[in-house]
């Protein structure tokens, strides 16, 4: 074995792994909950879908796009290489054990509630990232007044006749800029007028901050990062920011368009 | 005190074992726990049976030799003694107290309560030490150290290799011993020539040894009767990661 092949083997190197995967997957929620934030905007999905083109027409977050799932994929993998090495460790277990009194409940169920987020990601890219991909989805026209950036006429293009592509030019006849896109604000619309639905993100977004609430800050110390300078700000950033912030900020996209379908 | 104990008996260590429940009837709550099982043992003693064994020595919080799980947490429900130092007190009268021995392949049990802690010697051995003779006494200040440094490798130092860390740890993992381990050499100059070579050689004895890996509960440093921090295993991983990614190991 190479000095780099024993690193990565031993029981240090392969939390190196997870905590630099993991930590990759948090940045990544960041610039996901940005995107999502467009959900927002009454503005019939626009400015969604011109994000959602983006993020996969754009060379240097396609790259990325591909880091990321790998980075899945690792966290994963490792994950449960890490809990197999770890049971064996222990193989007969205490009849009366105490763990609440020395830990936290995350860090002794991140196995569990990292299954949960795995199952989600399942279903999430499912129901999104592949029907944009290869779904067929509709598409849909909006043309946006040059003078009056409020006047947007929205015009949902029939599936049927010739395959439509993705395009951006003003109108000189109508003054008007009219963009064709994917409409992928119809499906997250469409997914998340079903309670079930709503209820599924909301249960998963709990679990992603008890995953962050621990795994943030676990990452770090992973890493070997450990200071007494920095310690207190990130376990600040991964209580409040990871562990509430973001996953709250995710769960109200669903339960915000569930309500606004249910007064259509 | 009157109490019932669930006590893990084991005659050998190919034997399955099983929970053994007997009475400790007037027990005094300024006993130590250890001297309340010496009780137990003396009745046993007298009905002609088979004494509980449990590890101890020096019965003052220093050798590191007593063990006992003891209602879900090593060493009892107390911070930072060890089991020699837990008093009866600490229990209500009538109370049931389950007794386990530490549970980590690592630490196979040797009879009933006692475990073998044989590889935390071999993980020492690996590489806990300093390879050149010491030498006579030199002058006081001669090698400058800082306070804090030389405060943070004492406490280093302090840890008693009782494997309350290992027993603690959901994954027994042995991080919090071997990184103090560490730390004590690798703050200090003295240590600094074998430092990078030194984590290696530890760090791989202990994953062939069994433990498990460090998921950072940080439940180690809460039961250490020592508290030695977890600073100690993020110590170790720098140390570690720069030894294998970073450094020269040999001459071009």
């Known amino acids: 074995m190479s000095s780099f092949t024993k690193a990565f083997s031993s029981t240090l190197g392969k939390k190196l792994?997870?905590?630099?995967?993991?930590?990759?997957?948090?940045?990544?929620?960041?610039?996901?909950?940005?995107?999502?934030?467009?959900?927002?905007?009454?503005?019939?999905?626009?400015?969604f879908n011109e994000y959602s083109y983006f993020m996969t027409h754009f060379l240097p977050i396609k790259i990325i796009s591909y880091l990321l799932y790998a980075s899945i994929v690792l966290h994963a993998v490792y994950a449960l290489v890490i809990t197999i090495h770890n049971k064996k460790a222990r193989p007969v277990s205490y009849a009366s054990y105490n763990g609440?009194?020395?830990?936290?409940?995350s860090s002794r169920n991140m196995g569990i509630l990292g299954t949960i987020l795995l199952i989600f990601?399942?279903?999430?890219?499912?129901?999104?990232?592949?029907?944009?991909?290869?779904?067929?989805?509709?598409?849909?026209?909006?043309?946006?007044?040059?003078?009056?950036?409020?006047?947007?006429?929205?015009?949902?293009?029939?599936?049927?006749?010739?395959?439509?592509?993705?395009a951006e030019y003003?109108?000189?006849?109508?003054?008007?800029?009219?963009?064709?896109?994917?409409?992928?604000?119809?499906?997250?619309?469409?997914?998340?007028?079903?309670?079930?639905?709503?209820?599924?993100?909301?249960?998963?977004?709990?679990?992603?901050?008890?995953?962050?609430?621990?795994?943030?800050?676990?990452?770090?110390?992973?890493?070997?990062?450990?200071?007494?300078?920095?310690?207190p700000a990130i376990n600040w950033l991964g209580t409040w920011l990871f562990g509430i912030i973001i996953p709250a900020a995710f769960a109200a996209i669903p339960i915000y368009i569930y309500i606004t379908t249910l007064n259509q | 005190m009157n109490l019932t104990l669930k006590v893990w008996r084991q005659r050998n260590a190919s034997d399955k074992g099983g929970f053994v429940t007997y009475k400790a009837d007037g027990i005094s709550p300024d006993m130590s726990f250890l001297e309340m099982l010496d009780v137990v043992n003396e009745g046993l003693v007298k009905k002609g049976e088979d004494p509980i064994h449990f590890d101890h020595d020096c019965r003052e919080g220093?050798?590191?030799?007593?063990?006992?799980?003891?209602?879900?947490?090593?060493?009892?429900?107390?911070?930072?003694?060890?089991?020699?130092q837990l008093?009866?007190?600490?229990?209500?009268?009538?109370?049931?107290?389950?007794?386990?021995?530490?549970?980590?392949?690592?630490?196979?049990?040797?009879?009933?309560?006692?475990?073998?802690?044989?590889?935390?010697?071999?993980?020492?051995?690996?590489?806990?030490?300093?390879?050149?003779?010491?030498?006579?006494v030199p002058d006081a200040n001669e090698i400058p150290v800082p306070k804090p440094i030389a405060d943070e490798a004492f406490n280093s130092a302090t840890c008693i290799q009782c494997g309350a860390c290992v027993a603690a740890c959901k994954n027994a993992s042995a991080m919090l011993f071997v990184s103090a381990k560490i730390s004590q050499l690798a703050l200090l100059p003295q240590g600094q020539p074998e430092r990078y070579r030194r984590v290696q050689s530890m760090v791989a004895q202990m994953d062939a040894e069994g433990f498990g890996g460090c998921t950072n509960t940080g439940a180690c440093e809460i039961?250490?009767?020592?508290?030695?921090?977890?600073?100690?295993?993020?110590?170790?991983?720098?140390?570690?990661?720069?030894?294998?990614f970073f450094k020269e190991e040999e001459i071009r």
């Open chain 1, 121 to 166: 990601i399942v279903i999430h890219m499912g129901n999104f990232w592949f029907k944009y991909h290869w779904g067929g989805l509709p598409y849909t026209q909006y043309e946006m007044s040059l003078s009056n950036p409020s006047d947007v006429k929205v015009t949902n293009l029939p599936i049927s006749g010739e395959p439509l592509i993705h």
């Open chain 2, 62 to 84: 220093i050798c590191g030799m007593c063990s006992l799980y003891i209602n879900g947490r090593p060493h009892g429900p107390k911070r930072a003694i060890t089991t020699c």
């Open chain 2, 87 to 136: 008093h009866m007190r600490s229990f209500s009268d009538g109370e049931t107290i389950t007794i386990e021995p530490w549970r980590a392949t690592a630490f196979p049990v040797i009879k009933d309560l006692a475990v073998d802690r044989s590889a935390f010697d071999r993980i020492q051995q690996a590489g806990g030490y300093i390879s050149v003779n010491t030498g006579g």
């Open chain 1, 100 to 105: 609440a009194a020395n830990s936290t409940w």
């Open chain 2, 223 to 244: 039961e250490c009767p020592k508290e030695i921090s977890m600073t100690n295993i993020n110590r170790m991983r720098r140390d570690y990661f720069t030894a294998k």
């Open chain 1, 170 to 231: 003003v109108n000189t006849q109508t003054g008007r800029e009219v963009l064709v896109a994917k409409d992928l604000y119809q499906v997250v619309v469409f997914s998340f007028s079903s309670l079930w639905y709503v209820v599924l993100y909301v249960i998963s977004m709990i679990a992603m901050g008890f995953h962050l609430y621990h795994g943030f800050q676990s990452g770090f110390q992973s890493l070997g990062f450990d200071h007494t300078k920095y310690k």
């Open chain 1, 17 to 47: 792994i997870m905590g630099l995967t993991g930590l990759f997957l948090s940045l990544f929620l960041i610039v996901h909950l940005i995107g999502n934030l467009q959900l927002f905007k009454d503005d019939a999905g626009k400015a």
